[in-house]
């Protein structure tokens, strides 16, 4: 399995950035598509996950209200919306994916992107 991130960049404090993560390979079984953030100094940390048989969806509090992650139109693709973005959400994105139905932390996830930078200017 792979896993490819687009759609980081530049942004001001109060816009808005769609990150896509395409996923290729074989899929013998339900995963989920987490996206996890590293900011320098910090842990990883996830933003959202979604489990793709049912689209479930998780945020933290960080986070809630303002990014939005969903399953795309082309197959094993999905997009994570960012709205209202803040100093503090700058840092390297990825998508990661685990086999069945639970999200779960950055400890668990079987495949993991290149990430994707975002930064989000004062």
Known sequence: VQLVESGGGLVQAGGSLRLTCEASGTFYES???GWLRRVPGKDREGVAC????NNKTYYPDSV???FTVSTGDAKNTVSLQMNNL??????RYYCALAWGD???GAG??????????VTVSS
């Open 31 to 33: 995963y989920i598509i």
């Open 50 to 53: 979604i489990v793709t048989s």
């Open 64 to 66: 809630k209200g303002r």
């Open 86 to 91: 803040k100093p503090e959400d700058t840092g």
């Open 102 to 104: 639970m999200c779960m």
């Open 108 to 117: 668990g996830m079987h495949y993991w992107g290149k990430g994707t930078p």
